[in-house]
């Protein structure tokens, strides 16, 4: 079948749909009779403060969204040299100084002038991970992978900053040892 006759099949459909449209928008307007129950639309949510209009989400502070926001003062980055602990095994480590204004670009690398293999002896800080030198066919490179290059795009500076949203979360090392604290 070509597409003309598709179209012309379509067309002897038309009036139909029209039709069915036209009574299915009469049917709405319509009032129910008393037998009927009446179909209400659904309620707002309730909010916590009972203004549903005005209720807001935490990261707002709940300001009504019709006032402005005076900003939080910026979250100081945690700049003490002290390794933290990991929340699952192979988690990137986090960087535990300041990386304002630190190059990382296709011709440059700041964070390597420290954590290469031959200069983090110097610098005391932790060599790059043997895994960041393998391309994605596992075979060892002399260089860092392109793959593994842009540090910051997995490992991330802390800072002070006040949580916006709880979290409970346990690493499996703190739910092993709780199971056999009550196991004991």
Request: charged share 25%; net charge negative.
């Amino acid at each position: 079948m070509s597409a003309r006759d598709e179209v012309i099949r379509m067309r002897a459909f038309l009036p139909l749909l029209l039709l069915l449209a036209a009574v299915a928008l009469g049917a709405c307007d319509r009032t129910p009779s008393k037998s009927e129950p009446e179909i209400r639309p659904p309620s707002p949510p309730i909010s916590a403060r009972g203004d549903a209009a005005r209720d807001i989400d935490p990261l707002r502070r709940n300001v009504p969204i019709d006032v402005e926001v005076s900003p939080l003062p910026m979250a100081r980055v945690e700049n003490f040299d002290v390794r933290r602990g990991r929340a699952y095994p192979m988690q990137p480590p986090t960087i535990p100084h300041s990386v304002d204004g630190y190059q990382v670009d296709l011709n440059s690398n700041r964070c390597m002038v420290c954590h290469s293999r031959a200069n983090a002896a110097q610098f005391q800080a932790p060599e790059v991970s043997v895994t960041h030198y393998m391309d994605r066919d596992d075979q060892f490179l002399a260089t860092v992978s392109p793959r593994r290059y842009f540090c910051m795009q997995c490992h991330v500076v802390q800072t002070d900053a006040t949580r916006l949203v709880a979290n409970e979360f346990v690493d499996i090392d703190t739910l092993l040892r709780q199971e056999m604290e009550q196991r004991q």
